[in-house]
């Protein structure tokens, strides 16, 4: 079984730059490829980016060029880092692992999930 817990999120302004963390603990780190999704009110949860053990990546097309993906398997972490924020970009954030090294893109196909932080863009 294995646990994973958001930090990092908070409010900011637009253009500003934030980072998110996903700590993994109760399995093999190495063993998972972890996301990030984000789910803003009234809308579905949107796959963010992806990362496998090799350091594989993979993006949404609304945050290439601005988000970047990182993970330190000696730390068992994985980051998310977010510049030019914007408004759109408001929404409870989440970390996800799906065995393997294959990177999902939807939900479904990950295996744990963690409780989600919260990130607002606004002036």
């Known amino acids: 079984q294995v646990q994973l817990v958001e930090s990092g999120g908070g409010l900011v302004q637009p253009g500003d730059s934030l980072r998110v963390s996903c700590a993994a603990s109760?399995?093999?780190?190495?063993?998972?490829?972890m996301g990030w999704f984000r789910q803003a009110p009234g809308k579905e949860r949107e796959f963010v980016a992806g990362?496998?053990?090799?350091?594989?990546?993979y993006y949404g097309d609304s945050v290439k060029g601005r988000f970047t993906i990182s993970r330190d398997n000696a730390k068992n972490t994985v980051y998310l880092q977010m510049n030019s924020l914007k408004p759109e970009d408001t929404a409870v954030y989440y970390c996800?692992?799906?065995?393997?090294?294959?990177?999902?893109?939807?939900?479904?196909?990950?295996?744990?999930w963690g409780q989600g932080t919260q990130v607002t863009v606004s002036s």
């Open positions: 109760g399995g093999t780190f190495s063993n998972y490829a």
């Open positions: 990362i496998n053990y090799r350091g594989r990546t």
């Open positions: 996800a692992a799906n065995h393997g090294s294959f990177i999902p893109s939807t939900p479904n196909e990950y295996d744990y």
